[in-house]
């Protein structure tokens, strides 16, 4: 299983960025789809997944309203689109899978610890 994040950048306050995750060797069955954040000094924090059954979402309140995350599944990519950028959204972001997951509203934030697999960060900075 491989996971390629990218799109990450330097934007001002008020700018977007569209942050991909090019995903494969897995098949599209059930699984979960998350990005997460992380800025130097703090904990990784789940922002969004999707789910493949029925493209359920969650969304973290600090983000929510301004994000979107979607997928192209006959590019096997997701899709995180970011609008109005803080400078508190700077972070290293980062996709993974959870295999077999679920992702749903109610069930609140995807855990770090439930992904199965990883892409590498791709850096967000957004300069007041």
């Known amino acids: 299983v491989q996971l390629q994040a990218s799109g990450g950048g330097l934007v001002q306050a008020g700018g977007s960025l569209r942050l991909s995750c090019a995903a494969s060797g897995f098949t599209f069955d059930d699984y979960a789809i998350a990005w997460f954040r992380q800025a130097p000094g703090k904990e990784r924090e789940g922002v969004s997944c999707?789910?493949?059954?029925?493209?359920?979402?969650y969304y973290t309140d600090s983000m929510r309203g301004r994000v979107t995350i979607s997928s192209d599944r006959a590019k096997n990519t997701f899709y995180l689109q970011v609008n109005s950028l803080k400078p508190e959204d700077t972070a290293a972001y980062f996709c993974a899978v959870d295999l077999y997951g679920i992702c749903d509203n109610r069930m609140g934030p995807p855990l770090w610890w439930h992904m199965d697999h990883w892409g590498q960060g791709t850096q967000v900075t957004v300069s007041s």
């Open positions: 999707i789910s493949s059954s029925d493209s359920s979402t």
